[in-house]
C-alpha cells in the first residue's frame, strides 16, 4: 500500500455533489483511492506533493477518441476538407494501419491526454486492415497499461465497403460475423465491471453509413448481454443526415430509435444537427452525447446544442475526437474550445466554465457508466489532474483559479496527473514511458504509411 499526500492545496476543485472548491486544503491518497479531505492532514509515510502554488481537479475524462488517427495528422490533402472527403482521402493511408502503428499511436494519444490532465479515455478503433495479423484490443490493451491510462475503448466496426454502397475500402472492412465473434472475444477478456477497473470495453460500430441496420440491431443484443455500452457516430453533417433520409427514409436519431439505440447505456459521438423534438427524446430516453467542439470546428460540421442539451438534462461528455480532426489530444484546450465556441452563437452567458469542467469530468464519466471516477470525494479512485499556476501566464488571474485554467494559460501541459494512485505524469513529463521513443517511432511510423499510400 502507498500513499500520497497532495499539501496545502492552492486550489482544491472537488466536483463532489455541492459543487465545494476549497483553498489550503490537504487530499491523502492511500492506495488507488482518496481517503481523506481535510486541513493539516499528518502522514508521515506518504509521498508529499506540495501543491501551494498549484490547482488541483479531478482527472479529467476523454468520452470519444481515434487514437489510430494521431499518425495522420494535419495531411495536406484532407485539411480543408469536409466530413465524407476527409474520410475518403484518408481511408486510402489508414489502410496501412499495422500493429507497430495501432501500438504506438496508442501511446502518443494517450500521452497527450495525461500530459493534459486526462485520467481516462475511451477509443473508437473501428477499422481493421485485412493485412494485419495482430489483436488490436491486444495491443491496445496492453499499450494503454504500460503508460498508465484508465482506457476504457470501444470494439468499433465497419462492414460495408465501397463494394457494397459504402464510403470505406473494402480491404479495411469485417465480415459481420466476424465482427460480432471478436466483438464477443474482447468483452470477455477485457471487461471488468468492477469499481475502480483500469480496463472497460463497449461496443461501437462506426456510423449508419458504412455499416448494415442487422449489424447495429445484433451489436445491441449483444451489448446487452454482457452489461456493456453502445457507442457510434450520429447526426454529425448534414451531409449524414441527408444520406440517412435518401438510404433510410428517416432521419439518424429515428433511425437509432427503430433499432432499440436509444437509452442510458447509449452515447452518440457529435450530435451536432438534432431537432427540438430529437433533443427532448435524448433527455426522456437518457441517452447521452458526447461533445468534440474542435473536431466541428475543425470539419465546419456546425454547432452541437449542447446549452440546449444541458438545460433539458441531455447527460453530455466531453472528447478531444480523432487526432486527425483535431489535431491534438489536448483536454484542457478542449475545454477551452467548449467554453468559446457556444458563446459565438448564445452569447457570453451561454456556458461557463464550470459548465464544461462538469462535461469533462462528471459528465464523461456518466456517458461510460463510471460513478467512481470525474470528482474528488473520499472512496472515489484517486485520479487527480494538478496544474502549477505560479506561472506568468496565469498573472492575475488567480481571482478564480479554476477559471484560469480555461481562460487563461499558454501551456496546457499538468505538473503532475495522478491515475488510480499512481504518479504517470510529474514535472510535465511522462513517468512510465520513455517520450523520445514515443516521438521517434510515431514519426517514423507516420512516414512510412504516408509513402506507401504516396503522399508527398
Known sequence: MSQILLKDIFHLVTMNDNRNRFNGMDVLIDDNKIVKIARNIEAPDARLVECSTKLVLPG?????????????????????????????????????????????????????????????????????????????????????????????????????????????????????????????????????????????????????????????????????????????????????????????????????????????????????????????????????????????????????????????????????????SNDSSDMVGELRNALLLHRVKNGASAITATDVLEMATLGSATLLGRSDIGSIVVGKAADIAIFELDKLEYTGALSDPMAALIFCGINHTAYMTIVNGRIVVENGQLTEFDEREIIDKGNALSMRMLEKAGVR
Not at 488490436?136 to 490493451?141: E, F, G, L, T, W
Not at 468492477?194 to 449489424?215: D, G, K, R, Y
Not at 427514409?249 to 433511425?255: C, V, W, Y
Not at 430529437?278 to 452541437?304: Q, V
Request: a negative charge.
Open 60 to 324: 479529467f475524462v476523454n468520452s470519444h477518441h481515434h487514437l489510430f488517427q494521431t499518425m495522420t495528422r494535419n495531411v495536406p490533402g484532407a485539411q480543408n476538407e469536409p466530413l465524407f472527403q476527409w474520410l475518403t482521402h484518408l481511408y486510402e493511408i489508414w489502410k496501412y494501419l499495422d500493429e507497430d502503428v495501432v501500438r504506438y499511436s496508442t501511446l502518443l494519444g494517450c500521452g497527450e491526454l495525461l500530459k493534459t490532465g486526462c485520467a481516462t479515455t475511451t477509443d473508437h478503433h473501428y477499422l481493421y486492415p485485412r493485412s494485419m495479423n495482430g489483436s488490436i484490443p491486444d495491443i491496445q490493451m496492453a499499450a494503454a497499461s504500460e503508460i498508465g491510462i484508465r482506457f476504457a475503448p470501444t470494439r468499433g466496426s465497419m462492414s460495408r465497403g465501397k463494394s457494397q454502397g459504402g464510403l470505406p475500402p473494402d480491404v479495411i472492412c469485417q465480415n459481420e460475423d466476424d465482427i460480432l465473434i471478436q466483438s464477443e472475444e474482447a468483452i470477455q477478456r477485457y471487461h471488468d465491471p468492477s469499481p475502480f477497473a483500469m480496463q472497460q470495453i463497449h461496443l461501437a460500430p462506426c456510423a449508419p453509413f458504412n455499416i448494415t441496420l442487422e449489424l447495429m440491431e445484433q451489436t445491441a443484443t449483444l451489448a446487452r448481454k454482457y452489461g456493456v455500452r453502445l457507442h457510434t457516430h450520429l447526426a454529425e453533417t448534414l451531409d449524414e443526415n441527408e444520406y440517412c433520409q435518401k438510404v433510410y427514409g428517416t432521419r439518424p436519431l429515428a433511425l437509432m430509435e427503430s433499432l432499440d439505440w436509444l437509452g442510458a447505456d447509449v452515447w452518440f459521438a457529435h450530435g451536432i444537427h438534432f431537432t427540438n423534438d430529437e433533443l427532448k427524446l435524448l433527455a426522456k430516453t437518457k441517452t447521452g452525447i458526447s461533445h468534440c467542439p474542435t473536431s466541428n470546428m475543425r470539419l465546419g460540421s456546425g454547432f452541437a446544442r449542447v446549452p440546449d442539451m444541458r438545460k433539458l438534462g441531455v447527460t453530455v461528455g466531453l472528447a478531444v475526437d480523432g487526432s486527425a
